[in-house]
């Protein structure tokens, strides 16, 4: 049965004006020679040179000259290594010495997509139907590195929407490491992502039950120190820090906007990119409420599954997932926890949807199939687009299918509240296809989302166009609700 969609005339676009500073290393060598020239500039020519970049690029970051002296200190060891004071330096040696090892980099000049929808905590001063709402999107940039980004904008009582002006600059978040881990847990992640005992157990076997990050970092160190180690064993403790460095806090100054608030890749496990990251505003049991999102860490050439959670998007924590049920991608949380546990969908196998429950958000064991591709348009694979969402009827689940020349198309299914293995219903055609106008892009003939929300009974369906942009579509709930429910 067709379910109408109404395509709303909004786009998210890709923006080559959005940069970031990025740490710049051109290799020790040409690092030592360029310190060594600028070391020949007496401090007349030092402050006008810094004058001249600051006049260029001030502009267009905030506290640009902190980033410098960062930069900086990030060669301290080489500048030290040419005999050179570093201590003594000027200030604004030092920053211009740091801006020789800045660059920019464009987050969003290459794709913005894939976005999920959550509502904000703030709903204060609203006309009545309005809902204010946060966007993230999947932003990539050159070398398609993917971070997360955010907009936030009013639905009104036609679920049309307003989008606000965005902030000047882009902020850069303080990041913090956790400081202590635990043995056991790390030992079965590590098993968990396929690190071979055989190379891991002789840096564990050393540790205490709880140990320091910068211990596993000294005592990995210390053995890639050594000239005769195999490349597979050098990829095997190189995963070993990764899995360390992917536990941290990010940290956003409160005089930023939303939309200046930028989740760029910070550990080696995410070198490669943030995908995909499924929002939800999860209240708990005593009536707490959270935001999660759950994303893919990927570094090249392993993935890593991931939850976000927050209370106020300026403070993020970010964790790896563990479990035999922690793997591959599409991992979506639902809102709230069904019979005490919280419940998680997956896709393990790349082909068919999961369910999993766990006493905690960041261990996922035991899932079981609850979706197969059953229609043509989904028989390469069948996934979830996002979180469930409540209603009375059932869990609303918004899937998407691949099917023939690997086109996605999005679909929805119904799931019993109490009980969501059991499926009430499934749409027999897709809710959405590639329109003709929405079959170009970076990845042709895909319309994909991560996460929807309902508001004025209807679904408010956020989707990437091709890989490319986005927009998002409005579906009434009644309409909806009927046609799955009469799909059984």
Known sequence: MRV????????????????????????????????GQLMTLDEKQVNQNLEHTLREFAGRHRNISRVFFKHCSNIQGIIEGMEI???????????LIGSYCTMEYAIESAAFFNPSIVEDFDQLYLEKGEKRIIISFRAT?????????????????????????????????????????NKKRFIRKLDEMNIPAKYSTSIMQDLPDKFEYY?????????????????????????????????????????????????????????????????????????????YATYTAYNGHTILPKLLSTE??????????????????????????????YAMLARLDGVNNYLMYSKRPTVWNDPIIIQEPRFPWEF??????????????????????????????????????NDPSKEIGRLDEPLLSPREDEREGYVPNVVYSCGSIIHNNSLILPYAVSDYSSTYGVVDMTELLDALKKSK
Request: charged letters at 30%; one cysteine or more.
């Open 4 to 35: 109408t969609v109404t395509r709303k005339d909004v786009k998210f676009l890709p923006d080559s004006s959005r940069v970031v500073t990025r740490y710049f290393m051109n290799g020790d060598d040409r690092t030592r020679k360029m310190v």
């Open 312 to 341: 106020d998007f300026y403070t993020f924590r970010i964790m790896p997932l563990h479990g035999t049920g922690a793997q591959n991608k599409n991992l979506a949380l639902f809102p709230r926890k069904i019979n005490g546990q």
């Open 141 to 181: 940039g050159e070398g398609h590195i993917s971070s997360v980004v955010f907009r936030r904008g009013i639905l009104d009582k036609n679920n049309d929407l307003q989008v606000m002006k965005m902030g000047d600059h882009i902020d850069k978040a303080e990041i913090s490491q956790k400081k202590l881990y």
């Open 85 to 95: 004071n570093y201590a003594e330096l000027s200030d604004t040696r030092k920053m």
């Open 380 to 417: 390469t694979q069948i996934g979830n687009c996002g979180s469930p969402l409540w209603t009375e009827e059932g869990w609303l689940l918004i899937t998407h299918g691949v099917g023939p020349m690997r086109r996605y198309c999005l679909g929805a299914s119904l799931f019993d509240l």
């Open 215 to 291: 211990v596993l970092k000294q005592v990995v160190n210390r053995v890639l120190t050594n000239n005769d180690i195999s490349a597979e064993r050098k990829m095997a403790l190189e995963e070993v820090t990764w899995l360390a460095d992917s536990f941290y806090d990010v940290h956003f100054h409160h005089d930023s906007d939303i939309t200046e608030r930028v989740i760029f890749p910070i550990s080696d496990s995410e070198s490669r990119g943030i995908e995909d990251a499924r929002f939800v505003r999860f209240i708990d049991d005593d009536k707490s409420e959270k935001i």
